[in-house]
Nanobody, 127 residues
Framework: QVQLAESGGGLVQAGGSLRLACAAS????????MGWFRQAPGKEREFVAA????????NYADSVKGRFAISRENAKSTVYLQMNSLKPEDTAVYYC????????????????????WGQGTQVTVSS
């Protein structure tokens, strides 16, 4: 299994930006598709963004399209989530996840496809 550790969360005002990072260890990072998910208090965990192992294919939830960008640096075994124009409704614990093997574009946002998860990092957006 690959171990994942998120960082970069914090408190930011609405309209601000944050960049989350997820560092992987234990396995060959470039073999994994990577995803970001989030969970707000009292709500189910939801898909945010995903990137294929090559970095060529990305997928975003409609709620973050045009504001968030996912990227990866395989040489650093790290995936990033650049979050701009943040809104109070973006407040949540953000988790990164990894999936080895095949993953269709349609499945990139499916939580159950991912079998490695980090501990999460809190993002709070104040109004």
């Amino acid at each position: 299994q690959v171990q994942l550790a998120e960082s970069g969360g914090g408190l930011v005002q609405a309209g601000g930006s944050l960049r989350l990072a997820c560092a992987a260890s234990g396995r060959t990072f470039s073999n994994y598709h990577m995803g970001w998910f989030r969970q707000a208090p009292g709500k189910e965990r939801e898909f945010v963004a995903a990137i294929s192992w090559t970095g060529v294919r990305t997928n975003y939830a409609d709620s973050v399209k045009g504001r968030f960008a996912i990227s990866r640096e395989n040489a650093k075994s790290t995936v990033y989530l650049q979050m701009n124009s943040l809104k109070p409704e973006d407040t949540a614990v953000y988790y990164c996840a990894a999936k080895q093997g095949s993953l269709t574009a349609q499945a990139m946002g499916v939580i159950d496809e991912y079998d490695n998860w980090g501990q999460g990092t809190q993002v709070t957006v104040s109004s």
